[in-house]
């Protein structure tokens, strides 16, 4: 049964030292071969990305073969069930019409006579896409990861995906991509793929951004090259925390914390509550549904190691706690959940009473699912528009706005030893200028 | 004298590669003593910093006396002109009023009923600003960097930099930063900096992100860190493109590539121009002006071997070769500036007309000079208000708002294979539960 940590009298835990354990950045000894990978593709292109293909996908490929054919998408549409394939395009519709509303627009302002500042926002040109394969193959992340790039205007949206052995990539994936427009796909994963993404290859083109969930040695490849190319985030295990008053249904606060935990052995499923009925009844709910689950081997393993039921006395106290998770999901199943978003400073998707549960945010609602976790939702942000698109400043003086703070500018660059500077702006006044 | 490139028939030229060059993520080298002292001071904390501090800066220090104090902060205003303070209070304030602009707004959509989605945007609670010692020691820099945070609304804003010999910091840097509302500063520079700002110590505070520019073990420290947690992006050598037309003046193009060249011997200035004449009367002016520089010999080194003077077609085909380059600063002497900026793609700053010189954007326009470097605008943007938010989603659907949507939802977590995520829903509209 899962622990109930009752923080009312003792104001700490180590449950929290625990949840930072499972960061993905805890894992050094990976980062050595995965470097070797990197320089490696980087410096052979499509000959170390075949190589490894065929060393860790044990798929013996051909740079004309590394991309995804039409027929093959094609091929994808008659083995996914009709069903799900609308279901795909309602919540691509979802994910565009919530993206949409992002939108940021180039602005300028004209306060002073003769100056004008502004921001100007650009898409990014081409973005990579990174898509985990085998038993991980989510074609909701697909979505996810592409339509915010698109509503952005990227111009060429490229996937990798790891081949299975008979060289095939998850029908449903396929479906996926196509329906939210993603301009080429390539059979190619692992930290083989990060590094083709960030450099180019032969076949392969360079990218801008790479964004999308992986394993350990695509969060270490897409650190390594981080610079190289702009990343999403470095993903680690995903965690849920939910806070609960006596307002709350022990029935679906259990199935939720479940549905974070059936993800992976090292993910995290906490509740904060109020009440220590509401503690109990979890507790032995927990019970009753994991015995149910299809999955419940890892979710076992993961309630047991990183699940914890903490009762505080308060609201504000429970929000403290929070903060401090700075979990990926959160969910709020009290009486006035609205009310209590003052208080929340860290947490990646924020789902407001009894009916918001998570695996609605995670295939349909609009929101991104790609959230900072392990506790990255202190300074990461769901993936969003902003994620595609760059900003310029823009700076514009007439000769009379720049007469008026020329010598401010002067003396600041002089008093930096910035002759040159200061240069820059005394020949704009000298005699015998042409204007 | 500086290389006239001739771009209108052969369009490739090796001082693309030439730039690409001089990235800072090149000297992987660095990389593992860099590892070894982010190491040492997340274990050792404090001891490990003071080590350092007396290894790197020659200067013996203890816990006590990291921070600097408020008798330190008032003398350092009976070292500055009282000139310099109003110059930097009257920059502080432009670069307060740019990036209040810039000011994002919490919102919600109601589009459809029982369904309310938005995001909710949440200042960073600590944030680190790397301030370079010596005589890279820049004030500017430190109203760049510490304004947009304090307009964000960040709790604490911590300051590290590198103690001089005497244990003092530039009397200068400790003006700014006070006129800036910092609130609290640290005698410690380089990794070690960085690793205390990641970690904490025992006297330095953990922080969200760091931002700030630093030279090559500053730079690889925060590549290190990132992950634990955010930083603003990795600086590398700058960067200042001009492209001219017929109508610019070349006494004022000559000072503002060398205002950008006197900077590092690894910065690179480069005249893009449609103008032979042009091309040939900057090239004159070049060698005219360098002469007169205080810090001509760095000024000649960096044009020399990273400037070039490049001919092209057309303004359109000069804004291709600007998107190559996406240079960290672009001035736009053109007829009509305006016009041109639909084919920019990749700058970090603009600055259109011929009055609009660089040296103004470095110290007082507003817009950040915290701009990405070595071609880094093709995905990371200015510095600038968003760096210090944070975003969450929202999301909150009634009971009959799921009951809509629910069998999609399942439909799509069971082709997944996440049958706790479907069951999260079925709970919900079983019989005999509370509501």
Redesign the interface.
């Known amino acids: 049964m899962v622990e109930i940590i009752d923080l009312r009298d003792n104001k700490n835990s180590d449950i929290f030292e625990s949840l930072a354990s499972r ?3 805890e894992h050094g000894d990976v980062l050595d071969r995965v470097e070797d990978i990197v320089g490696n593709v980087r410096r052979n292109g499509d000959k170390a990305v075949l190589e490894y293909t065929a060393m860790f996908d044990k798929v013996e490929l051909t740079s004309d073969k590394l991309r995804v054919t039409e027929e093959e998408i094609k091929e994808a549409y008659t083995k996914v ?1 009709p ?2 394939v609308e ?2 395009k ?2 691509r519709d979802n994910i565009r ?2 993206h949409e ?2 939108k ?1 627009k180039s ?1 300028f ?1 004209t ?1 002073t006579e003769g ?3 502004g ?2 926002y ?1 898409p ?2 081409v973005v990579g896409v990174y898509v985990p394969g085998g ?1 991980a193959a ?3 992340s697909v979505l996810m990861c592409v339509m915010p790039a698109k509503v952005a205007g990227v111009s060429k949206v490229v996937i990798t995906t790891p081949p299975g052995k008979d060289e095939k990539i998850n029908p ?1 994936i396929l479906v996926a991509a196509n329906e939210a427009g993603v301009d080429e796909i390539y059979k190619v994963g692992g930290a083989q793929a990060i590094a083709a993404l960030a450099f180019g290859t032969e076949t392969i083109p360079k990218v ?2 790479i964004v999308g969930p992986g394993n350990i040695y695509v969060a270490m490849a897409k ?1 390594t090259v ?5 990343i999403d ?2 993903a680690g295990p995903s965690e849920i925390t939910v806070v609960a008053d006596e307002t709350a ?1 022990p ?2 606060v259990a ?2 914390l ?2 974070q ?3 992976d052995a090292l993910a995290s499923s906490i509740l904060v509550t109020t009440s220590e009925i509401i503690a109990k009844e979890v507790q032995r709910e927990l019970e009753v ?1 994991l015995e ?4 419940k081997e890892i ?1 076992r393993k993961s309630v047991a190691d990183y699940g914890a039921i903490i009762i505080v006395e308060s609201l504000k106290d429970a929000a403290a706690v929070v903060n401090r998770i700075a979990p990926e999901h ?1 969910e709020l199943c009290i009486k006035d ?2 009310a209590a ?1 003052g208080n ?25 699912h790609v ?1 900072p976790t392990s506790g ?7 993936l ?1 528009l ?1 994620d595609f698109m ?10 009379d ?2 007469a008026k ?1 020329k010598d ?2 002067i ?3 002089e ?11 005394r ?2 006044f000298q005699d015998n ?3």
């Open positions: 960061s993905q950045l069930d069903k799900l279901v795909i309602k919540s019409d919530f509303k992002q940021e602005w302002s306060d100056v004008i500042v921001q100007m650009t990014l040109e038993t989510y074609p909701s449903a801008d951004k650190r981080y610079g190289y190319c702009d985030m470095i249904n029935v679906f199935a939720d479940l549905s935990a059936e993800h549904q149910a689950l299809e999955r979710a959160l959940p609205f978003l929340i400073k860290n947490a990646g998707a924020i789902f407001l009473g009894n009916y918001s549960t998570e695996s609605l945010g995670d295939y349909f609602a609009g929101p991104n959230l990255t939702a202190r300074f990461f942000s769901p969003n902003s760059k900003k310029s400043s823009i700076i514009s003086y007439s000769k706005a720049l703070v401010d500018v003396l600041f660059a008093s930096e030893g910035l002759g040159a500077h200061a240069n820059a702006i020949v704009r200028q042409r204007e």
